[in-house]
Each structure stands twice: as structure tokens, then as C-alpha cells.
């Protein structure tokens, strides 16, 4: 008779586990989006490592802001692909086709999406959520 398990307990401890599993989705979810998408360490189109100060900049007399944080080879590609769509062609860069346009057009397009994202009202409401709540402590399931 010592191992009945109270239900009230039992449900009450089910009830938390799922919150909390929930909460840790939440997390997660952030934890994501900003450590995919907002890493000073890395170039935000290929990944590679970068230091913290260094700075995106393209050919020497072009004065091209660029607005993402990119490596060395990134930052020119950028520059190239601007320069093309200002409709200045490099013939010995045969490989900058209209693929390769697509591609960065397409990049382009993702970081609007993920800036988009990250303002939305639905994404907001999961930050606010995540300050309101307090951790759940791990609790061995009740006797």
C-alpha cells in the first residue's frame, strides 16, 4: 500500500512536466534564430570565421555600405553581385551567371524573411513569454 500513487500529485506533476517541456521548445526556438542568424564570430552568408572587429568592406574606391557581416571572399562576391546588378559585368568572371544571381538574390530574400521574423508580433509574444516565466526545477516525480 506505500507505493499508491495520489492522482492529484500524479496529474499536478504530468502538468508541469509538459510545461516545462514546452518552455524548453521555446527556448530552443530562440536559442536558434539567434545563434543562427546573429553570431559576430562568423560570416553570415558562408559561416567561415571571422574576428569580432573586422569589418565587411569591398574593392578599394567603391563606396558600397554593406549591411551584412561577411569574410574577405563574401564581401567581394557582394560587391560583384552589386556591381552587376548596377549592370557593370566582369567578363572574366564567366561564373557569375544568372544562377549565381539567383543565389544571392535568394540569400538576400532569406535575411528580409529571418529580419521579418525576428520583428514579428508572434515572435515578440514568445521573447515576452520566456521573461515572464520562471525556470521549472527538475523535481523528481512525486511518490
Known amino acids: 500500500m506505500t507505493k499508491i500513487i495520489q492522482l492529484e500529485d500524479k496529474l ?6 509538459k510545461a516545462e517541456i514546452i518552455r524548453k521548445r521555446k527556448i530552443l ?4 534564430i539567434f545563434h543562427c542568424t546573429h553570431c559576430a564570430f562568423k560570416c553570415e552568408k558562408c559561416g567561415t570565421q571571422i574576428s569580432p572587429g573586422q569589418k565587411s568592406k569591398v574593392k578599394t574606391g567603391s563606396n558600397l555600405k554593406i549591411p551584412y557581416r561577411f569574410c574577405e571572399s563574401c564581401s567581394e ?3 560583384n553581385y552589386i556591381e552587376r546588378l548596377q549592370g557593370k ?11 549565381w ?27 515576452e513569454e520566456l521573461r515572464k516565466t520562471e525556470p521549472i526545477p527538475d523535481d523528481p516525480e512525486p511518490k
Open 29 to 32: 526556438a530562440v536559442q536558434k
Open 12 to 17: 499536478q506533476y504530468t502538468k508541469e512536466k
Open 101 to 127: 544571381i539567383e543565389v544571392w538574390n535568394k540569400w538576400i530574400d532569406y535575411q528580409s524573411v529571418i529580419d521579418r521574423y525576428l520583428k514579428s508580433k508572434e515572435f515578440g509574444q514568445l521573447l
Open 89 to 99: 559585368d566582369d567578363p572574366e568572371c564567366y561564373w557569375h551567371n544568372e544562377d
Open 77 to 79: 562576391e557582394y560587391g
